[in-house]
């Protein structure tokens, strides 16, 4: 039997051997809330151990996965799995019913982070003389510049592993490494390199639509902060709470009497030392501190930092409408209806031009995943490759369609080169067999579109986007 002690009810009660603390609370009147009837399928009955961890039984499997999804401290328990084995003082953590509506997991789809305390770095941004901006264009015009650059601001926070906390009238904040990315750092001061490379792209673009000069400022600092799940029940949006927040913010607006674009913080610099070029640095008081700090101005990520991030792919990219572009051959490369194959990290890519349009796609067969176009460079007409001696030889290149049609060299389905979508599919007999192809088995059932990628002419090169929001 063991003797259990509950705050804030400043009480006391008696735990039989193997029953459950939940159990035991309430048989003696103690107001424990269990929404889930104490099956660990929610998290209403959630104590905090102020003494006793040790005489308390491991997790069970049910409540490991429960700590797992909401990120439960090992103090935190669930009183319904939790059958102690000595003396333990607890905190109830659910008291009335605003905590059990705020708590309840058995409605929702996606867990909530309790909060936990964690290294991260807080990405700020802000537009220089936005009020000036804002006051020479109509309201629609000001909402479409702000859309316009916060879609791609946007992409390149993600596409770098961040979170987008808020935006907070034009301004941004992100947080790096809530879930512990060890390369958090880097990854947040690229992201910021990489956002004001595109703001100089859309700087010309603004200027001619609205005789707006536009630029940004970007501060970023690392520190701890908890990171927790804020909001009402069903707005609820994950942020980060703490001093490195403030800093983050204070280190963005020193940009102004700097005249700087982007400011990293010393500690932040500890981080990505050698990974980053540094152009300058200054000594400041930032607002609301009477303490001088060291801030620096950092300008691109080095050799070095660009290879632990794996950017140095020698490719050009940019971030327009919503998508990664990368940039890959010259637009008068190809003439009409010749294509390249390119090879890259994840895929071989095809580029086809048919009557003055570029199309890209995968470089396989979507039901074999056997190669289109032959890449080979000494690859002749007819040759087999490794087909089966029984096999007919086909050509090295799948055939064009009059109307934008792409044939599959393999088994003559005909896929769309616009959409990927199946316009005819390989044609089986009746137990789902191709004819010649009949030691690859039934291929009736596993119809599958062509994946194709948007293409884009700019600066007389292909771009073709690989990457969707």
């Known amino acids: 039997m063991a003797k259990i002690v509950s705050q804030p009810d400043a009480a006391s009660f008696e735990v039989l051997e193997g029953e459950s603390l939940l159990t035991a609370g309430l048989r003696a009147g103690i107001a424990f809330a269990h ?34 999804r909401l990120r439960l401290d090992d103090h935190v328990r669930l009183a319904c799995q939790l059958k102690p084995s000595g003396p333990v003082s607890v905190r109830r953590l659910v008291l009335d019913e605003t905590d059990l509506m705020m708590c309840s997991q058995l409605d929702r789809e996606v867990a909530g982070r ?35 650059y916060f879609v791609q601001a946007g992409d390149i926070v993600e596409r770098n592993g961040g979170y987008i906390d808020k935006f907070i009238g034009d301004g941004m904040m992100a947080i790096f490494g809530a879930d512990g990315q060890s390369d958090a750092p880097l990854r947040a001061v690229n992201a910021a390199v990489q956002t ?40 609820e949006r994950m942020t980060a709470i703490g ?54 101005e950092v300008d691109a990520l080095t050799l070095e930092g660009q290879a632990r991030l794996g950017t140095s792919s020698g490719r050009d990219r940019m971030y327009f409408a919503g998508k990664s ?45 056997i190669p289109l176009f032959d890449k080979r460079p000494d690859a002749v007409e007819g040759s087999a490759g490794m087909m089966p001696d029984n096999v007919t030889p086909r050509p090295l290149c799948s055939r064009l369609t009059g109307d934008r049609g792409l044939v599959c060299r393999w088994h003559d389905s005909c896929f769309d080169l ?52």
């Open 114 to 148: 309790s909060g936990e305390i964690s290294k991260v770095t807080i990405f700020f941004s802000d537009i220089v003389n936005f009020t000036g901006v804002s006051e020479q264009l109509l309201a629609y015009d000001v909402m479409y510049l702000l859309n316009r």
């Open 243 to 296: 001093d490195v927040v403030n800093v983050a913010s204070r280190v963005e607006a020193a940009n102004k009497e700097a005249g700087t674009r982007l400011l990293i913080s010393e500690a932040l610099l500890e981080q990505v030392e050698g990974l980053v070029t540094v152009a300058d640095f200054i000594r400041t008081r930032l607002p609301g501190t009477s303490e001088r700090i060291t801030l620096h």
């Open 418 to 469: 616009q959409t990927g979508e199946v316009r005819d599919w390989v044609p089986v007999l009746e137990d789902g067999l191709s004819p010649g192809w009949e030691f690859i088995g039934d291929i009736s059932k596993n119809r599958a579109r062509l994946k194709t990628y948007p293409c884009h002419i700019q600066d007389g090169h292909v771009w073709v986007a690989l990457g969707e929001r």
């Open 35 to 68: 929404a889930c009837g104490g099956r660990a399928k929610c998290s209403t009955c959630r104590i905090w151990v102020q003494s006793g961890l040790d005489a308390c039984n491991p997790r069970t499997d049910l409540e490991r996965a429960m700590a797992k």
């Open 325 to 369: 572009w990368t940039q890959m051959l010259p637009a008068d490369q190809l003439r009409d209806g010749e294509h390249a194959v390119l090879s890259l990290e994840d895929l071989d890519l095809v580029i086809l031009n048919d009557k003055g349009t570029t199309f890209a796609f995968n470089n396989a067969c979507p039901h074999l995943h």
């Open 196 to 235: 004001l490379a595109a703001v100089d792209r859309m700087k010309p673009y603004f200027k001619s639509l609205y005789d707006a000069d536009f630029d940004i400022r970007i501060g970023l600092h690392y520190g701890e902060a908890v990171i927790g799940t804020l909001g009402s029940v069903g707005h």
